[in-house]
């Protein structure tokens, strides 16, 4: 039942994921570092709305680099999720309900990567 809280990563492969997604991690640190003082737009807190706001793209598409290697079908659910709302023009967030395209399917991959073990520190929130 709890077979996936002993699970051992597997330090290569972990490594060669790491590499391959090196420029997306490096896109979104710089981002997160960009946005670091920033406040929101109400004037308090030290930037974290601002920061997940304009970072939650970049961190996306961290999950979904990472995902591709540990969790196929979560990765590709949110493909098809994001395909279809690119194309119908609706990857915003709804301004009547604030619901963003594909959460569900981010929230999949998020999960998948931590019952993996391999979900990177830096996108921890």
Do not use: I, W
């Not at 690119?86 to 959460?103: F, I, M, P, S």
């Amino acid at each position: 039942m709890f077979g996936f809280l002993f699970k051992k990563v597997d330090e290569e492969k972990l490594g060669k994921v790491r590499k391959k997604c090196k420029l997306d991690m490096s896109a979104f640190s710089n981002c997160t570092k960009a946005y670091a003082g920033e406040t929101d737009l109400l004037g308090a807190g030290k930037g974290s709305k601002v920061r997940s706001k304009a970072c939650e793209t970049l961190r996306n598409q961290v999950l979904h680099c990472y995902s591709r290697s540990y969790c196929e079908e979560a990765s590709a659910a949110y493909e098809r999720c994001y395909h279809l709302a690119v194309n119908k023009g609706r990857l915003l967030a709804d301004y009547k309900t604030g619901e963003k395209a594909c959460e569900t399917q981010v929230a999949k991959m998020e999960k998948c990567l931590k019952r993996q073990r391999v979900l990177p520190p830096e996108l921890k929130a």
